[in-house]
Each structure stands twice: as structure tokens, then as C-alpha cells.
């Protein structure tokens, strides 16, 4: 099964071999791609081309203000319960994550260890989905016994 990861940053190259490398040799019967992004537009094409399942993302980024963006993909029912994990440098962020209830947030320097705890504990939900997902069938055979809704009323 391959689990993507959309990281958005311009500078964190080191979290981004280490979150692919630590989560794939974490998971089991589980491949890591990890897309990087410094634009809205690469975010959204990834978002709607690249079949993403997390998104990892430094709030202090030039080129795009992310807490914002983030706001309006929670206003879009397709993407209002996806899994985000933000990072940042910057202590202001805490107020603005804590306002915002982001749960995902680390402050940098990050504690490695409890990120990927974090990161494999969506992931590990996010496959248990898609396995439950795979293996459900939704379907009525002949011989089910149904109610049709006309005949209680």
C-alpha cells in the first residue's frame, strides 16, 4: 500500500528524508511517497492529482500564509477532516495553532521522536481506512431480508 505524504516547506529538507525514511521502516506492508510543495498552486495540483493522505507543513512559508490555507480547505467538506501536522520556528505560532485548534502543531526545534509517533499513529489510522474500505461490501442479495421504507407508512 503506498501512503503519500504532501510536505510543504522551502527549507526542511532534513524532516523530509527523515519522516520518509522513519514511517516506512515503521509501517508495515507500507510504502512512503512524500511530494514537496512551496506554492498554492503545487499544493492544490498535488492535492487533487497525487492521491494525498497527509499533509505536513511549515506555517512560515513566503510564498503562501499555510494557517490560512489551511482555513479555507477546512471550509471544503472534501477536505475538512484531513489529517494536517504543522511545524514552525516562530513561538507566535503556538497562540495561532492553539486558537485554531491544530492539535499537529511542533515547535522547532522538533522533538523527533514525538513527531514521528504522531505521523505513524495518522498513518497507521489512515491505512486501518483504506484496508476497511478495500474489504467492505455494500450489497443486498436476493434472499437479504429488507424493509422497504413505504411499507412501515
Given amino acids: 500500500m503506498l501512503l ?22 515503521s509501517l508495515e506492508d507500507c510504502s512512503i511517497g512524500i511530494f514537496q510543495a512551496q506554492e498554492e498552486l503545487d499544493i492544490l495540483q498535488s492535492l487533487n492529482h497525487d492521491d494525498i493522505h497527509l499533509i ?9 500564509i499555510v494557517d490560512e490555507f489551511y482555513d479555507r480547505l477546512q471550509r471544503d467538506i472534501k477536505y475538512r477532516d484531513f ?9 507566535e505560532d503556538i497562540e495561532i495553532a492553539s486558537l485554531k485548534g491544530l492539535d499537529n502543531f511542533f515547535l522547532k526545534p522538533i522533538d523527533v521522536d514525538k513527531l514521528l509517533a504522531r505521523l505513524y499513529e495518522i498513518l497507521e489510522n489512515i491505512k486501518k481506512d483504506i484496508q476497511k474500505d478495500e474489504y467492505s461490501l455494500d450489497y443486498f442479495s436476493e434472499d437479504d431480508d429488507y424493509i422497504d421504507v413505504d411499507d412501515i407508512f
Avoid: H, K, Q, Y
Avoid at 4 to 25: A, C, H, K, Q, V
Fill in 4 to 25: 503519500n505524504i504532501l510536505f510543504i516547506s522551502t527549507d526542511d529538507r532534513f524532516i523530509l528524508d527523515m519522516i520518509g525514511f522513519n514511517i516506512e521502516n
Fill in 83 to 91: 489529517p494536517f501536522v504543522f511545524t514552525s520556528s516562530i513561538g
Fill in 56 to 64: 505536513v507543513a511549515d506555517m512560515n512559508i513566503d510564498e503562501i
